[in-house]
């Protein structure tokens, strides 16, 4: 057990950072051009990411040809550490980078590698990831969206929802049913669709928080053709690759998870240094400081479970915290946007503010966090979810 | 002590319930916050049908009815998502004038009410946050000067006329007035639920005409506490309205929407969350209801009731906002779907007028602890 | 809707006080030979339960010969608000009043009636309900205990549990299947067993709080023989009994529960005058005054849900709110003890005290008070059991 | 940050299982709730196996570990709710005299500690909640005299040996004494949890000798802060054992109790609250091994450190105690499951050296709220 990394570790650490302070987007070019959504990659963030890739930062625990430099464990773990410090995310298409890149990489033939691994990585072409659908949203076996297999092609029908990006995207990654006889779990294949292709109506869907913001989209597909290659992996084996995909990296993610809480919580402390209901500082008041501790507590045992976890993922061995994670982080950001709403009493009424981006001159009120932190606790399985993995899984409930 | 509504009182709801249905479905509420006009009903049903006037004295054009009748009226609304001024008119504006005893003011402006022909708000006094300094006033001859600011005023922008409540040096510090909407330099509030308009309402040197002052400035404490207890039992009310049609899209939603070949509502994990929404809704429609007795009868548990009321409004928000949201799942997450709209309400609806935090501060006073 | 009762009511309210104020047991008999069980009636409750059957007021709803006055349900309430105010209950045998009497009126024939309905109203015998079991904890229609019929008795083997009172009782209320091939709801018949008959074997359970006292009892039956005549309603038509048991007077039980918790609140007040872990009173503490606060509202509004509840049961609707009112009103008790409890630190930790009994000197500790509630989240349908029936009966959810 | 034991570690806390699963069944702590005398086990085997000198060094005859070799047993006694001095002697008394930095007395009773001669206790100041006056010194020559009483006393009436801190007009008001046994008054309280013994202590104009003084008196307030954080710690340790060992009869019980024709655990209710409790020990004792690296490695974190695991501890206990009882339905009502006992040693180790609740207004403090 050690409080610190070794000195090795703590030098790679110094070099990423060295090379951040040098490489970073320059804030009035991020300004300039936001991205839009999770697949709306301005032209500052493709450099940025392309920038990444070169020097070998984009996956350091990939090999330098892949953007990587062949990290240990521990590095990578210090890398999300730093990443996670500064204002802007390594991609501006995060399906695209952390669940298709390495799906590409694991399961897609060379000739679909050369054609879409390394310009992915680079950001030059971007990714939705086509799972959930209207009568499937939790439970993805349930999927109906029809690839019917003719000669060379594939001909796709159906509706995906919930499809992030999908309005900016070139490519989606989607998960079909080919074989409607065979039992729910089989029968499911995975399809590289290009987002041009004629068949494909995408309605945007805005957000609770912001008529404006709009990154889930419907997509529909109408008799779609899709050529036979690119099918990724075998015909109905795609349920394998749907766990596959959703595994990728989850033993770091809370490390962005934890740093954003930890900026909440300094957030927290200046709401305290503001006059509350009776005109004292909140900070004077128990109730708040109670609360504000509280959450405190939570976010830093969410670090440290996180470095538990991570501990046994360095190890190779399964890391199943990651539904721990995962619920308890989602759960402690929106009670702690409740909490510094209900301290702001009718001054949380004033959501001015110009719409979720970054590195914008104000924060985002706490009514609007408040609303967006549903995203987490229903996106990528719902809170509810979550604890039915926890128990069925990790603590060996017998299943319902 | 009797819960039962009468039966006069249950026809007087059931036809505000149906005339609300027809006229004021949510559709009207996501018009004005996705940015259009204010719309013309149901204000114009209240006016036609004399809910304007139902707690006010026939004498003033009023039906006479009880704080029950408009109560019942006002969770209706809450049901309905009602936007426009009828509950700033009725139980903020009205309840100000109405307990002044002004009998030449309430002639005048509670009469024009009644009839429909003037809305109205409050502006309760200094920010509890002390975030500005309120409203002074000072003598001038027999007028009066009003200077400062008042936040977050609900409807402060469109009311007609605005009670104020301002700082005097004489007596209890305390003097009320009326004030036209011209008088008035507002700053709208870009707010949480828009169909519930707030404005920043600034005072700029404004001259009050000896008619327009309401009772006896340095003796209106006791006033602005009593009709400030009838607006935050109103706004309990208003609240849990606006939850239990949540309540009940959750329930619509929970027994339509399949997952994994079932209803969701058959998991134990959603009617677990049911079970603990009802409650919270039971609980905080039973004291509203409890408090909206005491105002009517103007029973001394005046204060402690109120702050009961909203504080219980605001745990059933919490929860209710919440789980109507996660149950919805992603489609709760979007803008479509009228439930944010319901939350959006719900939570003004405890931010206004006290959170139910502040009030259990209220509450722990009130039982000496 | 009114704040208060009309002038008739007001007057049956004052003549059941000084009734009461004439009536009451006195204080040093209660303290002298306190109730041991649910089914330990001592001599001076005897007499007082008799008193107050010859007076009309010991079920106030039913007639003169019956131990009541024909009152009406505005006049029950306002008695059973009364009977929460003193310091004894009106029956040291619970079960027998509130449960198995009203179960006997309803559905016993004239002999069993005349044989044991005026006794138990008179508490000359007591009882106790059979209806757990090892395997049947919160599900009812899965008992196992076997009745035998062989000409004109029964022979009962099997084994009760969580069985209240069972070591003082003159007779058990006892769920019995009396046909095991038909389906579980069915095949259940209600039989009135002598606790002397051989064969029976109770064993006490003492409880978490309090090695000394054991209301609940295992109690075996092996091959215990029962009259015919003992069989109480129709062969196999028990289960519908067993849901009219349990209703009987729901509409009113939650008086007592609120005027406890009223009388907590006060407990709390005191404590507050306390110093607390900064040596301050606790009532300056605003997390302390908080969470008070927010348990005062929710008894008061657990008064006005009965309220509410009451309006509908006064006018014959079926009330289902008593699932709601004993859920909420549990849980209220728990949170309240544990309050306390942590307001209280290390000075929590001292649980001197004689044991639960009634007019003692001092209150029993939090700690103590706080194990005990779980009688009322477990006892009579878990609070799992109370949602299931809320989502399900109430809100009209499906089954799962 | 590497939160994995190493090997050796890992040898030890496993050999400290096996060791108290043989040796300290829960009957041990039953028979001492239901009035037997102390037990002999576990602390003979501690003796034995050297556990009583894991964190001591070498040259008092310890094993010269740190404090997280002495946490993974401290945790181990917590999973098998072992009764016994260990838990003082080891974390309440030893850090108390070793933060003195007193060589002399070290090398007298740590040692004796270390070969297992010597129990001992910590009364650790002033009553919080100024319930009492604490113990006042006062010098007497060479010596010094104890008046005062101190409450709640862990093994108050049976440790051989008490670290007492006192008040003293001196510098920063602190001063540290050891007191053997026979010169106290001791009165023992009738505990939530009588298999942890809790004693009011009394000094009666108590003598202490000059080699009984540890450190410099009135120059010990950090010494005291210091030796209570590691206890702290420890007991955080211990409460996360005892609340995983009754986490996994709750899983035992879930998965073998069968009602409606299906095991309990089944049932999304009690599967939901199975994720829920296993959150919270989970994140207690993920801080509790932070807090177990902060003391072995002296970082300057430490008073933060202790706050979140007795804080993470009590939000743990909290809800484990509580659902555990509700889980195991009828049964855990009874006083012959085991469930109270392991409730009511988790509660104990929330209330004693300050709540879940305390420890937040600590953080509070510490955050510059």
Excluded at chain 1, 210 to 232: H, I, K, Q, S, Y
Excluded at chain 2, 257 to 275: D, W
Excluded at chain 2, 335 to 358: I, M, N, P, Q, Y
Aim: aromatic share 8%; net charge negative; charged share 25%.
């Amino acid at each position: 057990m050690k409080l610190h990394y070794d000195d090795a570790t703590e030098r790679f650490r110094a070099e990423l950072r060295a090379w951040l302070e040098e490489n970073q987007p320059d804030v009035a070019a991020v300004r300039a051009d936001p991205s839009r959504s999770s697949a709306h990659v301005p032209e500052w963030a493709r450099a940025w990411q392309e920038r990444l890739f070169d020097a070998g930062w984009l996956v350091p625990g990939w090999p330098p040809e892949l953007g990587g430099r062949n990290a240990t464990p521990v590095q990578q773990l210090v890398y999300f550490e730093e990443m996670a410090r500064i204002p802007v995310m390594r991609s501006y298409n995060p399906q695209g980078l952390t669940i298709i890149a390495p799906s590409l990489r694991d399961f897609a033939s060379p000739a679909q590698q050369a054609r879409f691994l390394v310009p992915s990585l680079r950001a030059q072409i971007t990714w939705c990831l086509g799972m959930s659908e209207p009568g499937a949203g939790s439970d993805l076996a349930g999927l109906q969206t029809r690839a019917e297999l003719q000669g060379d092609r594939f001909l796709v029908t159906g509706q995906k929802v919930w499809t992030s990006g999908a309005a900016h995207s070139d490519f989606c990654f989607c998960f079909v049913r080919t074989d409607s006889e065979a039992p729910k779990h089989r029968g499911i294949s995975v399809l590289v669709i290009d987002m041009r292709s004629p068949g494909i109506d995408v309605r945007s869907m805005p957000e609770l928080t912001d008529r404006e913001r709009a990154d889930f989209n419907e997509v529909f597909f109408d008799g779609v053709v899709v050529p036979r290659e690119n099918l990724v992996g075998p015909l109905n084996q795609g349920w394998s690759m749907a766990a596959g995909s959703l595994a990728h990296e989850r033993g770091m993610l809370w490390t962005s998870q934890a740093a954003r809480l930890e900026q909440q919580i300094d957030r927290l402390r200046e709401l305290a240094r503001t006059p509350g209901s009776d005109g004292r500082r909140l900070g004077e008041d128990a109730v708040f400081r109670d609360r504000v501790a509280s959450l405190y507590v939570d976010v830093q045992a969410l670090r440290c479970m996180g470095y538990r976890g991570f501990a046994k993922f360095a190890h190779g061995e399964a890391a199943p915290e990651h539904s721990v994670l995962k619920l308890f982080g989602s759960e402690i950001e929106q009670r702690l946007c409740l909490v510094a709403l209900e301290a702001q009493g009718a001054e949380g009424l004033d959501v001015d503010w110009a719409g979720f981006g970054m590195m914008g001159d104000r924060e985002p009120p706490w009514a609007n966090r408040y609303l967006h932190t549903f995203a987490n606790t229903i996106a990528g399985g719902t809170s509810e979810i979550q604890r039915n993995i926890i128990a069925q899984r990790v603590l060996g409930l017998p299943r319902s | 002590m009797d819960f039962e509504v009468s039966e006069e009182q249950e026809q007087l709801r059931a036809s505000v319930a149906d005339v609300l249905a027809r006229e004021c479905p949510p559709s009207l509420a996501r018009a004005r916050v996705e940015g259009g006009d204010a719309p013309v009903q149901p204000w114009r049903s209240a006016v036609e049908l004399g809910w304007t006037g139902i707690a006010l004295p026939e004498a003033w054009g009023g039906l006479g009815l009880s704080f029950e009748e408009l109560g019942l009226v006002v969770e209706e609304h809450g049901r309905a998502l009602a936007p426009g001024p009828f509950l700033a008119t009725t139980t903020w504006f009205a309840p100000l004038v109405r307990e002044t005893g002004d009998e030449v003011a309430g002639a005048r402006w509670l009469a024009a009410v009644a009839r429909g022909e003037c809305t109205g708000s409050a502006a309760w006094g200094p920010d509890l946050a002390g975030r500005d300094a309120g409203v002074r006033a000072r003598r001038d001859g027999d007028a009066w000067i009003l200077e400062g600011t008042q936040r977050f005023v609900l409807d402060g922008d469109s009311a007609d006329e605005l009670a104020v409540a301002a700082q005097v040096e004489a007596g209890d510090g305390c003097a009320l007035f009326l004030v036209p909407q011209q008088a008035l330099k507002c700053q709208r509030v870009v707010s949480l639920d828009a169909s519930r308009p707030l404005a920043h309402v600034g005072f700029d040197g404004v001259r009050v005409a000896p008619d327009r002052v309401l009772g006896e400035p340095g003796a209106s404490r006791g006033v602005l506490a009593r009709a400030r207890e009838e607006a935050s039992v109103a706004l309990a009310l208003e609240t849990v309205g606006t939850c239990r049609t949540l309540f009940e899209r959750v329930l619509e939603h929970a027994r339509q929407r399949v997952q994994f070949g079932r209803p969701i509502g058959s998991f134990q994990a959603v009617q677990h969350k049911c079970a603990d929404m009802f409650v919270q809704i039971e609980k905080a429609r039973a004291t509203a209801h409890f408090a909206m007795m005491v105002i009517a009868e103007d029973d001394p548990r005046r204060a402690l009731a109120a702050s009961l009321a909203k504080a219980a409004a605001g745990d059933c928000q919490r929860l209710v906002a919440k789980e109507a949201i996660q149950i919805h799942g992603g489609m709760g997450f979007t803008w479509e779907s009228d439930v944010h709209l319901f939350a959006r309400r719900a939570k003004t609806g405890d931010l206004l007028l006290g959170t139910a935090r502040e009030h259990r501060a209220r509450l722990a006073a009130l039982l000496e602890l």
